[in-house]
Every structure is written in structure tokens, then in C-alpha cells.
């Protein structure tokens, strides 16, 4: 039991559906004991999810984003350059400064960069911080 009543950097959550790949950027789900896959760039990330699952109620390990030690792969949406903000994408995926106007959520700095979409990448993650993209003049 964890006795202390604190966690490290990961905890283990229930899929609330099927993972199919790793490295993805996850939510709470309306079940909190569940987590889900970000499907839009507005969702809170609570960390990236290191596991698969086959489907729901599978127990997978999730990295809380701001208390990682060291860098963590993260999956791109979009080519991404060494040593620029990240932010939360659609499909639990990262990318650069997004081009549209909007909020977002910052979730750290790319070490590596990423070619293509769906490379990964590597990130060293802070905790959350929601932005607001202003459109360019």
C-alpha cells in the first residue's frame, strides 16, 4: 500500500478503450480511475501513456506530465524541430506551436526533432500550462 498517501512519476490507470500505440498523450476519463487518449488539442493531458491495451479495464502505466525525470518519447502530429515548445495535438499526439488561433496546452520542450507525422520524438515535460495562440498580424 502506499502508505506515504504520494506518487512518483507514473501511476496506473484503467484503459477506458483500446491503446494501440504507445507514447501518446492521455486524459482523465469521466470514470477518474480510467484514462483515455487526448482527442483534441483543448483536452487536459494528465500524462503520456507508456502501455498498450487490447480494450477497456486493461491496466496501463502513465507518466505524469511536470514529474517525469529526464525526457520521455512523445508520437508527432506534424514535423517538430529540436528545442521548441510542445503542445498537445488531436490523436494524443505533440506539435509545434499550432498556426491556429486558439488555447492550448503547453506540455514541455522537444529534444529531438520529428521528420514526419507519427515519428517519435524525444521531450522533456512540464506540467500543463494552458496558452492562448494569438493570430498573426
Given at each position: 500500500?502506499?502508505?506515504?498517501?504520494?506518487?512518483?512519476?507514473?501511476?496506473?490507470?484503467?484503459?477506458?478503450?483500446?491503446?494501440?500505440?504507445?507514447?501518446?498523450?492521455?486524459?482523465?476519463?469521466?470514470?477518474?480511475?480510467?484514462?483515455?487518449?487526448?482527442?483534441?488539442?483543448?483536452?487536459?493531458?494528465?500524462?503520456?501513456?507508456?502501455?498498450?491495451?487490447?480494450?477497456?479495464?486493461?491496466?496501463?502505466?502513465?507518466?505524469?506530465?511536470?514529474?517525469?525525470?529526464?525526457?520521455?518519447?512523445?508520437?508527432?502530429a506534424?514535423?517538430?524541430?529540436?528545442g521548441?515548445?510542445?503542445?498537445?495535438?488531436?490523436?494524443g499526439?505533440?506539435?509545434?506551436?499550432p498556426?491556429?488561433?486558439?488555447?492550448?496546452?503547453?506540455?514541455?520542450?522537444?529534444?529531438?526533432?520529428?521528420?514526419?507525422?507519427?515519428?517519435?520524438?524525444?521531450?522533456?515535460?512540464?506540467?500543463?500550462?494552458?496558452?492562448?495562440?494569438?493570430?498573426?498580424?
Amino acid at each position: 500500500a502506499n502508505e506515504s498517501a504520494r506518487y512518483g512519476s507514473a501511476i496506473t490507470k484503467l484503459s477506458s478503450g483500446p491503446i494501440s500505440v504507445r507514447w501518446l498523450l492521455g486524459k482523465l476519463a469521466t470514470d477518474s480511475r480510467k484514462i483515455e487518449i487526448c482527442s483534441a488539442p483543448t483536452d487536459l493531458p494528465l500524462g503520456i501513456i507508456t502501455d498498450e491495451a487490447a480494450g477497456e479495464n486493461e491496466p496501463v502505466a502513465v507518466e505524469l506530465l511536470g514529474a517525469i525525470a529526464g525526457s520521455i518519447p512523445a508520437v508527432a502530429a506534424a514535423p517538430i524541430a529540436a528545442g521548441v515548445p510542445v503542445y498537445g495535438a488531436a490523436g494524443g499526439k505533440v506539435q509545434s506551436q499550432p498556426g491556429t488561433p486558439g488555447q492550448y496546452y503547453r506540455i514541455g520542450t522537444s529534444l529531438t526533432a520529428a521528420s514526419l507525422a507519427g515519428d517519435l520524438l524525444q521531450i522533456v515535460t512540464c506540467v500543463p500550462q494552458i496558452e492562448t495562440i494569438e493570430s498573426e498580424l
